[in-house]
């Protein structure tokens, strides 16, 4: 599969690379089961095609779903406890918070009409299984699309075996031109063109490619194996050497069905086929999750017998051969293994009894990486690590569960574990870290530097986490500790981490004599990194609450100073963050502004919620200083979403919320309950990145008045539905509370949306929504709406 997004309507699902061969009937079957039953698993041997069958499929339907079609790999995820953060991140649902995250699944599932794909379910099956069956029952518009070399059992799953692809009778003569009719045969015709342009499939040579193709069982992925070598071999010498040399496996799956075992010979013989060092590489290759580069590669791969200048060599002869899968990432190309070739190439590793060498060069490699952007975190490359770092989390995973599984190398993985606060705080990656963090110190209890790190990194995530009670034990342990055994750095950490805690705990004195400590502390070691920033960023924070606004401003400058001098980004949009702040309490509304947006900008390009929801606050609140009450209204909505993924509501805290709510009396004082109601609500149904474009705006006015006359621009039947928009329904609850088709309700939206010239489902509400304002025919918003 192919890393671009399918277009058309929301959802992730992956592109395909290559033409989609002979499954138009499996195609119309999956269709037809996905329109009566809510979990369809694709079942049959590795090979067979399951993934390009449930991603073409998904594609054809996901007009049926507008909450659209997602797709989630899970053939990289090793541990059943990461399922549902795996398939929360593959939707692109964030969460910050402490809460189960099979709840937060739940939550987010339960009033959408969705398609999901489980793919590769086979190592997780009891875990799939379990995970599909509690989200049926709370989610009554989700389907399931699974693949898998098994059932999940669970009631109400359809299943439908993918076959391999059709072949021609071995004892029939073929007709001229008779190979288009097979698939097997159309699918070795194209590969075979791809790799040789010449080649081509003709009344001549057509017996050969049916033999070569009968001899593989009309399996896609064997047959595309296979396929390469016309580059190399005659089609004569190729169905020859698959007809009498192309032995069924020894070793392995002896006992398995026959489709199992003719892939795996496959396999085998394009194994077999390469050279002694490329079998090597694909052996080791095998450790890594989700993709690797040039550099990875030779890192982790090349040794004395594979010597790291001959990598990329190898590598071009791998992807030539089919094995390997190159993809562009920006300038640079990535490498993957489909899953069958890394499952036969971790069983060679196995074999070659060096599993554990190479997996120990891998977690050395990703931590030397993770090592390297801490340390460059503090600079102007903040962006590229964030990217970078996202981009190998599969790899980061697969190194941190080696380090708990092994006994012998949890203590590294406290290291790897702590070095990575930088992408658990700073990236909005907390629910993993936190869940990685517990892991490693569970597995290495005794004391030492490591453990330390690991306390209070732990702690400063629960701290963002909303988890006051747990953040305090951790940190209060590693304050203890290392006063005992004197880490002045890991005391400096720990005190200013419990200073955050008694900020957001409303003992505003002690905070501010806690930070004024770790700042000591941290000049005392020559301490200067953006955790340092924060702690006077913090204390200026302190400073605002009780009054003293200089000392805040004075201490955000400092911090804003240093931050631009080292070209940092992530904390030094909290500075500004803090200036605007004190600008709104000084009554400078405009600087205010200008500050929250680009603190917003910034925290935006770090994927980190709690920035942009603090900022957006700031927003709020500024416009309804400035009487801005529709904005200020529509922020507070923003807002008031994007909390429930990151924690408490301006973290529980009396001083932190006391603006809030301020802005919330007036607002709705000044707009009246209802108005306040559905502006707030219209804010609340923005997606996270329509409220950042919201709050960026600053060309929308006080009272945006629909263009054209609403009267003449809705008939009667187009209002209704408006009118059933604005209540929140979707178009089937729309068809039936109207008494019409689901597809004519559809015609309708679609009609509204033309007519009235916005893009979405919230912006027609907003629409009537302002109509309301206004009255007239249209303004009539529903009483539950207006409560």
């Not at 290759?285 to 990329?312: I, K, N």
């Not at 301020?662 to 709705?668: G, K, L, M, N, P």
Request: contains cysteine; charged residues 25%; negative net charge.
């Amino acid at each position: 599969m192919g890393s671009a997004a399918v277009t058309g309507g929301p959802g992730n699902l992956p592109a395909g690379t290559t033409s989609f061969v002979g499954r138009e009937k499996d195609v119309t079957e999956v269709e037809r089961l996905l329109s009566k039953a809510r979990l369809v698993t694709l079942t049959g041997v590795g090979g067979v095609g399951k993934t390009r069958l449930a991603v073409q499929s998904a594609a054809l339907l996901r007009h049926a779903f507008p909450d659209g079609a997602w797709f989630v790999e899970l053939a990289d995820l090793s541990d059943p406890a990461l399922l549902a953060h795996t398939v929360l991140e593959a939707l692109s649902v964030r969460d910050d918070t402490d809460r189960e995250k099979a709840g937060v699944l739940a939550d987010h599932l339960r009033e959408r009409r969705i398609l999901v794909i489980l793919d590769n379910c086979e190592h997780l099956i009891e875990a799939c299984a379990a995970s599909a069956d509690a989200l049926l029952r709370a989610a009554p518009g989700l389907r399931f699309l699974a693949t898998s070399r098994e059932r999940l059992g669970i009631p109400g799953e359809h299943l439908w075996q993918v076959a391999p692809l059709s072949l021609p009778d071995p004892l029939v003569p073929l007709l001229p031109e008779a190979w288009r009719a097979y698939p097997a045969m159309t699918l070795f015709a194209e590969r075979a063109a791809a790799i040789e342009p010449g080649f081509a499939v003709t009344d001549e040579n057509q017996d050969l490619v049916a033999r070569a193709c009968l001899s593989l069982a009309g399996i896609p992925l064997a047959i595309e194996l296979a396929a390469v070598r016309v580059r190399l071999l005659s089609l004569v010498e190729l169905a020859t050497r698959l007809e009498g040399g192309f032995p069924l496996p020894a070793r392995g799956e002896r006992g398995g069905p026959p489709r199992h075992r003719t892939l795996l010979a496959a396999v085998e013989w394009s194994h077999d086929l390469c050279g002694p060092a490329e079998r090597l590489l694909w052996a080791r290759a095998s450790v890594f999750g989700g993709g690797f580069t040039l550099c990875a590669a030779e890192a982790v791969c090349a040794d004395g017998g594979l010597p790291a200048g001959s990598v990329l060599g190898h590598l071009a002869e791998l992807v030539d051969k089919s094995v390997l899968l190159c993809e562009r990432d920006g300038d640079k190309a990535r490498y993957r293994l489909l899953e069958p070739l890394r499952q036969y190439g971790r069983a060679r590793l196995q074999d070659l009894g060096d599993e554990d060498v190479v997996r120990r060069r891998h977690r050395d490699y990703y931590l030397a990486q993770a090592e390297r952007s801490e340390k460059e975190w503090f600079g102007p490359k903040q962006a590229e690590i964030f990217a970078r770092t996202r981009l190998e989390h599969a790899n980061l995973r697969a190194a941190l569960e080696f380090c708990v599984a092994t006994p012998s190398e949890a203590v590294i993985g406290l290291k790897l574990a702590a070095t990575l606060w930088f992408y658990w705080a700073g990236c909005g990656v907390l629910a993993e870290g936190r869940y990685w963090l517990d892991r490693v110190l569970e597995a290495a209890p005794e004391p030492g530097e490591g453990r330390l790190k690991a306390l209070w990194v732990n702690g400063y995530v629960s701290t963002l986490q909303g988890d006051v009670p747990r953040a305090v034990t951790l940190l209060g342990e590693c304050r203890k500790q290392a006063g005992e055994v004197g880490d002045e750095a890991a005391l400096a950490y720990a005190v200013h981490r419990l200073g955050c805690n008694a900020l957001i705990g409303d003992d505003i004195g002690y905070a501010k004599e806690l930070f004024d400590e770790a700042r000591t502390r941290y000049r005392r070691l020559g301490e200067m990194n953006g955790n340092v920033l924060l702690a006077g960023i913090e204390m200026a924070i302190a400073a605002m609450f009780l009054g003293e606004l200089d000392e805040a401003a004075a201490l955000c400058d400092e911090a804003r100073a240093v931050g631009a001098a080292h070209g940092e980004e992530w904390a030094y949009a909290y500075a500004i963050y803090v200036l605007a702040l004190v600008s709104l309490h000084r009554g400078e509304f405009d600087v205010a502004i200008g500050c929250a947006r680009d603190c917003l900008r910034i925290k935006r390009t770090f994927d980190d919620l709690l920035g942009m929801v603090l900022a957006i606050e700031v927003l709020a609140w500024t416009e309804a200083a400035l009487r801005h009450w529709v904005r200020s209204a529509t922020l507070l909505g923003c807002a008031r979403r994007i909390w429930r993924s990151v924690g408490y509501p301006m973290f529980g805290s009396r001083y932190f919320g006391a603006p809030h709510g301020e802005c919330e009396a007036r607002t709705r004082e000044a707009l009246g309950a209802g108005r306040y109601a559905a502006l707030s609500r219209r804010g609340g149904e923005f997606t996270l990145d329509e409220a950042v474009t919201y709050a960026l705006d600053d060309t929308e006015t006080e009272d945006i008045a629909p263009t054209g006359d609403i009267e003449t621009v809705l008939t009667d039947r187009e209002h209704e539905v408006a009118v059933l928009i604005t209540e929140g329904l979707s178009n089937r609850e729309i068809a039936g509370r109207l008494v019409i088709s689901r597809r004519t309700a559809e015609g309708h939206v679609h009609r509204i949306l033309r007519k009235l010239g916005v893009d979405s489902r919230a912006r027609i509400a907003a629409w009537m929504i302002q109509a309301a304002v206004r009255g007239g025919r249209n303004g009539r918003i529903p009483q539950d709406r207006q409560e």
